[in-house]
């Protein structure tokens, strides 16, 4: 296999006009699966060489042919960040809620309870409290709803997610018993989070897996006039919960992720595939519940015109991918990530057979390599 000439020294992409952060995140990813024993090194070189990560040039089944048909993950990191400043709006949980508080919006929203600011706690929007709130208020509300979801309000890749419950009396933090001054302590120890509805699935997909799934939409927004490009469906299972992998010490071969590609026209799903980090196997059924899995989306058309409605809204958010659950109650947004992984979103069809996806790409790294050398150091410094 032909090698290619992409680098994985900091300060090649430095100068190659990568952001410090994104390059030593891409770089750390590289290291990791050149550490690891379930890659063969050859192939692993080549990989890098490409500017892909070896886990998904197996996934897409890359060679020296049709590796250049592929966004590649070192012109993906290299890309960030997307949508200048106002990845604000999206980035951030309750900036992201306020947004969307018309009643069209609002609807599609988990209910929001509490907030941990540096002062102490808040009371948010869908809150029985009202005003100033205390200790025993936060243990009040969660005995009333049952159940929160715990997350950092600036947080990425389900990291730092919590379930904290009660029932028949007893208090639990993922599912692990504990006191009522275990909950208090939990709430002071996580600045910056926030306590939400916690969301259940409904329908079929409550069959399917008890805990909610992830159907992500992915939407280019060019000039305010949006498109949806790619969706899947990734369900939760009994063995890896992680929304990626990155554990390459050889420990995690048999841990997968149950997805199936989506229609983004129609809402049919299926084509259901077991992801895991070295390898893909078709599936017709869950491994767990051995629900078949494939179907149509309800009410996907409407779907649609909420997510089009929502991306028109934030008309400066060029690209964007919005998550979303689908419970007894309807269609619930958890987050909208401003710079989506592809690695899945790849898996059924590479970006460049869309004319959209491959121009604006193409257009963002054009940009890039046209800055000047001050202006590329200016860039390295972007957080």
Not at 296 to 322: D, H, N, T, W
Not at 329 to 351: D, T
Not at 357 to 374: C, H, N, T
Request: aromatic letters at 14%; one cysteine or more.
């Amino acid at each position: 296999m032909k090698m290619g000439n992409k680098s994985t020294e900091l300060g090649e992409l430095l100068k190659d006009g990568y952001t410090e952060k994104y390059a030593r995140f891409y770089l750390s990813g590289c290291s990791a699966e050149e550490k690891s024993p379930i890659y063969d090194p050859e192939l692993t070189k080549w990989a890098h060489s490409h500017g892909f990560f070896v886990e998904h040039a197996l996934l897409y089944g890359l060679n020296d042919s049709n590796c250049d048909d592929y966004l590649s993950d070192y012109d993906f990191y290299k890309v960030w960040p997307l949508n200048s400043w106002a990845r604000l709006w999206i980035n951030d949980k309750l900036t992201l809620r306020l947004m969307l508080s018309e009643p069209e919006f609002a609807k599609l929203m988990p209910k929001y309870y509490f907030y941990t600011a540096a002062e102490g706690l808040r009371v948010l929007c869908d809150n029985p409290v009202q005003g100033v709130c205390s200790a025993a208020d936060f243990l009040a509300v969660l005995r009333e709803v049952g159940e929160f979801a715990c997350k950092p309000n600036n947080g990425t890749m389900a990291k730092g997610f919590y379930r904290m419950s009660y029932e028949n009396g007893v208090y639990a933090i993922n599912d692990e018993v504990c006191s009522a001054n275990a909950i208090i302590k939990f709430v002071e120890e996580h600045p910056n989070y926030i306590f939400t509805e916690y969301l259940r699935p409904g329908g079929v997909f409550a069959k399917i897996a008890p805990k909610i799934h992830t159907l992500r939409i992915n939407v280019l927004n060019e000039a305010g006039n949006p498109r949806i490009t790619r969706c899947y469906l990734r369900f939760p299972d009994s063995g890896c919960g992680a929304a990626n992998f990155f554990v390459f010490d050889g420990s995690n071969t048999t841990d997968y992720h149950v997805q199936v590609n989506v229609d983004s026209e129609t809402g049919e799903w299926g084509e259901a595939k077991l992801f895991f980090p070295n390898r893909t196997e078709n599936i017709r059924y869950h491994p767990d519940s051995g629900v078949e899995l494939s179907g149509i989306i309800p009410q996907f058309k409407q779907l649609k015109e909420s997510v089009l409605a929502i991306a028109r809204k934030f008309s400066l958010i060029e690209y964007m991918g919005l998550d979303i659950g689908i419970t007894e109650s309807g269609f619930k947004l958890m987050e909208i990530n401003s710079h989506p992984g592809i690695g899945y979103l790849q898996a059924y069809e590479s970006f460049y057979t869309d004319d959209g996806l491959r121009r604006y790409f193409k257009g963002k790294l054009r940009e890039i390599d046209a800055l000047s050398p001050d202006l590329v150091l200016t860039r390295n410094k972007i957080r």
